[in-house]
């Protein structure tokens, strides 16, 4: 059994090094991705001291829903990370809109609510790579492919930690590098290539637990029991306008110590409001776990999900993405997830050149033979 998991370890790796090597660097690149982004595109950054006011939500969502002509409605308004950010909202477009299925960004400046940039997510520098992370730009069925890699690799993980965990003190020195006898290339390698697994075993484990989920969310959902999202119904009155800039006070008033983080406007198919919100506990810092819902005419709270009253095993789900991006534990945990990215990527490559040069050696002994 030893002899045939080892064999597997190595021939899964081999079918794994070329998926394991891209995914590793695209992951290390989009765990900064905003950073990334606004260093590409400078105007995406406010400069100077403004000292106006904030623009009201109203002209916000007016201007996100006015961008470009047949915008059909605003799917959802992400506020700005931070003060010199901008507001981002994704639109929905119209059927006959040539741009019509496309995922279309509209990014809009916080204080004179003008349009600053529209463009197509996914075919700018940072958003390509996202998508290159999780499809290799070969549609949603790729995805699902990479799952299942994602699945194969916990095992050769697994295998590779048991049977490459050292057992003695003599492993531990060799591996350590502290014994004074020299070393060959392959030697350097296989040493190399087992610390690294080590090392960022937690770290490695965490990244592909957290990407299954991603891929297989129903399965994720269902399993970790994760609230459903709530579809309260709205009474609308007929002389009654929507009153867009009361949203938030009315969700403040609601939460004092929350921070909104993202909008959802009314539909035909959803008349409610949904405002996401984070707070100081909360591992979805970016997008929120505690989310309210409101009548968008008397700002009326209709429902709300509460993170603090979750189970463990609820509250786990809203953990999974945070983790897998890093953003659980801040610059740290951002730092820790790129870290881990490249010793994979280092991993990829020992474990290619471990194979090659077995396969080359054991050629040429039998030439020499």
Known sequence: MRKFWIEFHRISGLILIIPLLLQSISGSIIVFDHAIDEWLNPQLVLSGQLNAPPAPLSDILYAALHAVPDIAHINSLR??????????????????????????????????????????WGSYFTSMIYLFHFTFLLGESMELVLGFLAILMLINVIVGVYYGWPRSKKAW????????????????????????????????????????????????KWLLNRPDKASPNV??????????????????????????????????QNPSVE???????????????????????????????????????????FWLFPLHSGEAFGLTGRIL????????????????????????KRQHQKRTT
Do not use: C
Request: proline share 6%; hydrophobic share 40%.
């Open 79 to 120: 506020a700005p990370r931070n003060d010199k950010a901008m507001y981002t909202a994704f639109v929905e477009m119209k059927s006959q809109s040539p741009l019509h299925g496309k995922t279309i960004e509209v990014m809009i400046h916080p204080y004179t609510a003008d349009v600053v940039s529209v463009r197509e």
């Open 173 to 220: 020195n060799w591996l350590l590098a502290r014994t004074q006898k020299a070393t060959s290339t392959v030697g350097r390698f296989r040493r190399t290539h087992i610390a690294l697994g080590l090392m960022s075993l937690p770290i490695f484990i965490t990244l592909i637990v957290s990407g299954i989920s991603l891929i297989f969310p129903d399965q994720t």
């Open 275 to 317: 405002i996401r919100l984070n707070a100081e506990n909360d591992p979805r810092q970016t997008s929120g776990s505690f989310v309210l819902w409101l009548n968008p005419q008397t700002n009326e709270v209709l429902a709300e999900q509460n993170y603090n009253d979750m189970t463990v095993r609820q509250k786990s789900a």
């Open 235 to 268: 009474k609308w009155l007929a002389d009654e306008p929507v009153q867009a800039d009361k949203w938030l006070v009315s969700a403040k008033q609601h939460w004092p110590d929350k921070q909104w983080q993202r909008i959802i406007p009314p539909t035909e």
């Open 337 to 360: 997830v790129f870290a881990s990215g490249l010793f994979t990527a280092i991993l990829s490559i020992a474990g290619g050149w471990l194979w090659y040069r077995r396969k080359f």
